[in-house]
């Protein structure tokens, strides 16, 4: 104790008392006869009890503030690269949905029964004359089903689908374009099936891939739709 | 406030009073706001845009599609943005930016367009904020339109009705026009088709963006609902390909077939001899655009001796084996009537008056009833009454009331003539016989399906018994007599057994009178156990009557019906009358 006082009041001088302790130590007393005065104890710095060591609370709070802008950081940053991710999903789900829509067309076209009926002729085929029977419980055939004979064409009375698919120039004021019928000679040609999606026109001097624009980027933007 | 000196007492005075005065007029403009500045402000930005609903699709029995609205686009131009330009920057796929002139632009899009350069270049420049380029174009030509980045060229989402059979069933899905649903299922249940479009409503700014955070209501919108249909896309194109055939042999106005299930009343097909593409319906005259087979009525004729026979039988009057003797004519109540052939005095049963379809023994069989009871008869077989198959233009026939027939109509209507009625009609008549005197109500609306999926099964109810059982049976019977030993043996199939009917009227005249006949065919199949109910009708076919036989269409169209069924082939022999005795 001795040795903390030291070094913490190296100046003061010794005292009679020591804290709240006092030493018992020889001394002259000045004057004998008079009783000493009574004084206060004198106020003094009481070294507090041990302290371990700790983080100052200040670097805890901006430990905790950092942590905090980090999380925030980083929960920004995963929502908006969730939304990129978002946005290309989005772009790729309606490409794949208009490819989609593009080939149900194509395939509805080919299931009309007319178009059926006209590309069974092309490749030959012929209506059965006869037809047999099978039971399914007792697998007897029943009837004489002959083979089909080769037949000649037959004109098909009911037209093809005229199922729009190419662009429809829109009736100017100026000098008269008129509306080009296009679809219907594509209907009256050849008996092969016209596809639904036709891309028909020509490709040269078509201009860049039509691949979404990434501006240099690796992220295609987001489609706008309109009103939105 | 006390404490402080003269100069900044009277400093913070002023200041207090401004801020009052600052107070004051805040609330006055933002609070009361008597001139409804903010109002109009709001009202500037406000923007409402109607979503438009999908239009539900028309279904064949098997789920094909017959009617469907697919995505388009309409390229459209802002032609202010363009102004005053002759080039304008792009990229290209390696990433570099280039400058594209507006010749080169035109060519481009010219070839994907399919139009010329001039005509784009009319319709893109210009002074304009809207004005269309090209309209309802695939995804695919919207993609490459848009890759040209024309300044202010840009696509608005539209959409095509399409109709992926054409003609098939054209005449009974109808089609739409510019103005909405024109004709046929497409007019008719637009209610459910339609559906209900939605709408948004938001703010934007002064520069054309989206204000965030600020009003934002959204209607959803109801997608329409889909319709399933009893029709048999296949079986419909082949009787439609059958009867354009015969028709146009026949060189006749116009012909039909219609198929009826015996056991529920649905119409599997019903097909004209021209039908309308609702693709392009302009190519059809506009008189052919219908169903003729329920807005045609014409006089059916012999169809219509089932009738009398059946009412005969029920009433007791006569049995199919009861003798007749006939004569060439016959004579009654000072009307004389004739068969089609001079024949001598024959020695007929009823199932042979049948079977030759002679006039004078139907009317020596019938006018055993009276007029009211040969009119409630017609009527109980659904003469005269609404079809209510939900195609406009339908109609329900004439038949007059018994009090205003003259003294020959009321025996020509047991033949049917002086009567008008569809193909429809006497295909149901045939229907209640095969059904053992139950007749139901033609569907042809099977089902409606929700925008979710969910189907609904429209219940057109109970039929209703016009005949016994029994009569109904002997009336089969007689008339798988006509078709082994009479007029309906033009019809018979191989492999399976078949009860049917010919009919030849004299088609009355719109200026009067009489000018051509209408022949018919009225089928059922197989009389094992009926399923099936065909007829034919072919109007005024030119040609020696000899000739013209219907039954060759109802053939080829049962017998794919059956096939088609698979339903087994008639064992054992014709179950008939004699004709004779």
Not at chain 1, 185 to 193: G, I, K, L, N, T
Not at chain 2, 10 to 23: D, E, F, M, P, Q
Request: proline content about 6%.
């Amino acid at each position: 104790m001795t040795e903390e006082t030291r070094r913490r009041r190296p100046a003061a001088p010794l005292r009679a008392v020591q804290g709240n302790l006092a030493r018992s130590e020889q001394w002259e007393p000045a004057e004998p006869q008079v009783p000493a005065p009574r004084r206060r104890t004198p106020l003094s710095l009481v070294p507090a009890a041990a302290r371990r060591r700790r983080v100052p609370v200040a670097a805890l709070c901006f430990a905790v503030l950092a942590l905090g802008l980090a999380a925030v950081l980083l929960l920004n940053i995963s929502v908006s690269s969730g939304q990129y991710q978002l946005v290309q999903l989005q772009n790729q789900r309606t490409e794949l949905v208009q490819k989609n829509e593009a080939l149900t067309q194509q395939v509805e076209n080919h299931q009309a029964p007319q178009v059926l009926a006209a590309t069974a002729a092309e490749l030959g085929m012929v209506a059965s004359p006869s037809f047999g029977t099978i039971d399914l419980q007792t697998l007897a055939v029943t009837g004489n089903p002959e083979p089909a004979k080769e037949g000649t064409k037959r004109e098909a009375l009911i037209g093809l689908p005229q199922v729009l698919t190419q662009p429809v120039t829109p009736a100017q004021a100026q000098p008269a374009e008129p509306e080009k019928p296009v679809e219907n000679v594509r209907a009256a040609e050849a008996q092969d099936s016209a596809p639904a999606a036709a891309d028909a026109s020509p490709e040269a001097p078509a201009p860049a891939t039509p691949e979404a624009d990434l501006n240099g980027g690796t992220i295609p933007a987001p489609s706008q739709r309109s009103g939105q | 406030m006390f404490l402080v000196s003269g100069r900044l007492r009277a400093g913070l005075v002023i200041a207090l009073v401004l801020l009052t005065v600052l107070g004051v007029r805040l609330f006055q403009v933002q609070g009361l706001d008597p001139e409804g500045k903010a109002e109009a402000a709001v009202a500037n930005r406000l923007v409402t845009t109607t979503v438009p609903a999908l239009r539900g699709g028309i279904l064949d029995a098997n789920g094909n599609y017959l009617a469907r609205s697919v995505e388009r686009f309409d390229i459209v131009v802002d032609q202010r943005l363009s102004q005053g330009k002759d080039e304008y920057p792009r990229r290209t796929p390696e990433g570099e930016w280039e400058d594209v002139t507006f010749d080169q632009a035109f060519d481009e899009l010219s070839a994907i367009l399919g139009q010329d350069a001039d005509t784009l270049r009319r319709s893109i420049l210009g002074e304009k904020g809207f004005n269309f380029v090209a309209k309802t174009v695939t995804p695919e030509i919207r993609d490459k339109v848009l890759a040209v980045k024309f300044p202010g060229v840009y696509a608005d989402r539209t959409t095509l009705r399409t109709y992926p059979s054409g003609a098939v069933a054209g005449s009974i899905v109808g089609f739409l026009g510019t103005e909405g649903a024109q004709e046929g299922l497409e007019l008719t249940q637009d209610s459910i088709l339609a559906g209900e479009a939605g709408s948004k409503t938001y703010e934007i700014g002064g520069d054309g963006i989206r204000i965030p955070y600020a009003t934002n209501e959204d209607v959803p919108v109801k997608d329409g609902d889909s319709i399933k249909l009893t029709i048999d896309q296949d079986l419909q194109w082949f009787a439609q390909d059958a009867i354009a055939a015969q028709t146009r042999e026949y060189n006749a106005e116009w012909g039909n077939v219609v198929v009826v299930e015996v056991a529920t009343g649905n119409i599997l097909a019903m097909a004209e001899s021209t039908t309308v593409d609702p693709n392009n319906p302009g190519a059809t005259e506009a008189d052919s655009r219908k169903a003729r087979s329920v807005t045609d009525s014409f006089e059916p004729g012999s169809t219509t001796k089932v009738i009398t026979m059946a009412a005969a039988i029920e009433e007791g009057l006569i049995t199919p084996t009861s003798p007749f003797l006939i004569n060439s004519n016959y004579t009654v109540d000072g009307q004389t009537f004739k068969d089609a052939y001079e024949h001598g005095t024959l020695q007929m049963t009823a199932s042979g008056i049948l079977a030759n379809s002679l006039n004078t023994g139907t009317v020596m069989v019938g006018e055993q009833l009276t007029p009211q009871e040969r009119y409630d008869w017609m009527r109980k077989f659904g003469i005269g009454t609404e079809l209510g198959t939900g195609l406009n233009g339908e109609t329900s026939g004439l038949l007059a009331q018994p009090e205003q027939w003259d003294s020959r109509q009321q025996y020509t209507v047991l033949f049917g003539q002086g009567l008008t009625q569809t193909a429809l009609h006497t295909a149901m008549v045939y229907q209640t016989i095969a059904n053992d005197g139950v007749r139901l109500a033609p569907r042809l609306v099977d089902s409606t399906i929700d925008a979710d999926g969910e189907e609904h099964t429209i219940d057109s109810g109970e039929g209703t018994r016009v005949v016994s059982k029994k009569t109904a049976e002997e009336v089969q019977r007689m008339l798988e007599t006509v078709t082994v030993e009479g007029s309906g043996s033009s019809g018979a199939l191989e492999k399976y057994r078949v009860g049917a009917k010919t009919g030849t009227a004299e088609a009355p005249s719109p200026n009067g009178g009489y000018d051509g006949v209408t022949v018919s065919y009225a089928g059922i199949a197989p009389m094992d156990d009926p399923k099936y109910v065909a007829v034919v009708t072919i109007q005024r076919p030119k040609g020696d009557l000899y000739y013209v036989e219907p039954g060759k269409t109802f053939q080829k169209v049962m017998e794919q019906v059956l096939t088609t069924h698979n339903v087994a082939p008639s064992t054992g022999e014709p179950d008939i009358y004699p004709i004779e005795y």
